[in-house]
């Protein structure tokens, strides 16, 4: 048996479920990889799902999710610092750490221990970059060549304006030396696999249901706590949309359209990130994710058993 692995796969794909019931099954513990879950308050949009991590009247225990406040500020190297503090608690417990998440980078950093989430944040560049669009924040990412350049995830508004902070940082100390090889865990990854039209069909399921079932409201109290709006807009996707919906910036039907396209968008984007691990070495063991979940289950600790527990293939 593995002393870790990891669950992951693109929003709505089912990873949360099925690695509770492996938990189950294998007496694990799940830390979540996900950078928004971190946030306490911010719950149907960032999909927790916290009664999921109950099953057959237990609760798999969790971790890395709700430490810290909405609106608040938590970035990478935090999360590598938490993460590395609750690992090893969990196998001195003598339990298997379950990974679950879709968040690319952050998976790269726990998997790979990559030391470029040490570089400092740059406030005074960031509130620069906060004035350009998209386009020309990759533009200026591309302007900047650096060793991070073959690394940086830019999916989102937030890491793109963090990749250019890192490639700026790398330029201007050309001397640091953060390249070379790191101490990997010793995990076995699984990815659930969805065909595209049965992953853009939940998308927009789980999606409608979530905005008739208090989405909106969720973020009209994080407004009302004093959370600033462009706080809100800076986490992305559904805080992003229903935020500017909120100020009337955008009416209903266009609400709902914009955030359904994006949502689809940034899947593809993770999707596009897990295939860009297995390029760099990292072998995923993929998943039907159409399956029933007692398959899958199945499968995961039938593969386990045959499985070397190494990282790469």
């Known amino acids: 048996m593995p002393k870790s692995l990891v669950i992951l796969g693109p929003t709505a794909s089912g ?30 949009g960032t999909g927790k799902d916290l009664d999921e991590y109950r099953v057959d009247n237990q609760t798999i225990p969790y971790h890395l999710i709700n430490i810290v406040d909405a609106g608040s500020d938590y970035n990478l190297y935090q999360y590598q610092q938490d993460f590395n503090h609750i690992f090893p608690q969990i196998r001195a417990r003598g339990h298997v750490p379950i990974l679950c998440g879709g968040t690319g980078l952050y998976l790269e950093a726990v998997l790979k221990g990559h030391r470029y989430t040490a570089i400092p944040i740059n406030e005074e560049l960031r509130a620069k970059l906060k004035t350009r669009t998209d386009d020309e924040l990759l533009e200026r990412f591309q302007q900047v060549p650096s060793a991070y350049a073959v690394l940086a995830d830019t999916s989102t508004r937030k890491r793109l304006i963090r990749a250019i902070e890192i490639a700026m940082y790398l330029t201007q100390n050309p001397k640091i030396d953060l390249s070379g090889p790191v101490s990997l865990p010793d995990m076995v990854v699984f990815g659930i696999d969805l065909p595209v039209e049965v992953r853009r069909q939940r998308i927009s399921d789980r999606l409608h249901q979530r905005l008739q079932n208090g989405l909106i ?7 009302e ?28 039907a266009t609400l709902s359209v914009r955030l359904e396209t994006a949502i689809h968008q940034f899947a593809k984007r993770q999707m596009t990130f897990f295939r860009k ?17 007692h398959h899958l ?17």
């Open 15 to 44: 990873k949360t479920r099925l690695a509770v019931h492996v938990a189950r099954r294998l007496n694990g513990e799940i830390i979540s990889v996900d950078s928004r879950q971190v946030y306490r308050g911010m719950d149907i």
């Open 217 to 223: 409201d969720e973020v009209q109290r994080l407004l």
């Open 225 to 252: 706590s004093g959370i600033p709006a462009e706080k809100l807009i800076f986490y992305g996707l559904e805080y992003k949309f229903i935020t500017h919906y909120l100020h009337g910036e955008l009416d209903y």
């Open 277 to 293: 691990l297995e390029r760099d070495g990292l072998r995923i063991h993929w998943l039907d994710g159409r399956l029933p979940i």
């Open 297 to 313: 289950v199945d499968r995961i600790t039938a593969d386990l058993q045959e499985i070397p527990q190494t990282l790469h293939s």
